[in-house]
């Protein structure tokens, strides 16, 4: 087994990602994706906490990057809405291009079909709400103002993301991103 290959991390995503789509996730084992990817078990958990973190890991890092680009759209004079609209999109430009829409439609439908997956992205969200909320609460935006923002800036982002994944490959989320936000801000008021 050759253990010294590079990206280890991203084999095994995309061993596990194969598995569950051929397999199924119930009925794919850690050792069969620490298999499949040329690697140990012990690899796999230096990595991955159990196989249901292959599909939700980053979770920390995605959290600081969004509240970083909300604090900094924020300082740009956006309200909280759109601050957190503009840093979605931002992030959405670096980290969702189009070599990641198969990936991530593999990815969400592989949630979608198990519920104690689609509770775990529920988890996620509400997760991402509640800190992008603290960010605006440090720029001053009060209750329950924040709290409605961030709300509404991660439903954006479930749109525009089931938009993305659902459409064709050459479609920009970052686009559809801004395209919910403008929709939002069209039905909630002048």
Known sequence: ??????NARGRLEK????????????ATTVAEIAARAGLTER??????ADKRE????????LEDLLVRGTLKASDDGLGPVEAIAAALAEFAEN??????????RHRQAIIAAHPDLRERELI?????ASALAGALRRRGVGDPAAALA?????????????RWVAGPAGASLPQLIRESAAALKSVTGP
Do not use: C, N
């Open 124 to 128: 996620k969200m509400a997760s991402l």
């Open 95 to 104: 980290v969702f291009t189009k070599q990641r829409h198969e990936l991530a």
């Open 150 to 162: 961030a709300e509404a800036g991660i439903a954006i982002f479930k749109v525009a993301f089931e």
């Open 15 to 26: 061993a596990a990602l194969e598995l569950y789509a051929e397999r199924g996730f119930d």
């Open 54 to 61: 292959v599909l939700f890991g980053g979770t920390e890092g």
């Open 43 to 48: 690899t796999f958990f230096r990595h991955f």
């Open 1 to 6: 087994m050759v253990r010294w290959e590079p």
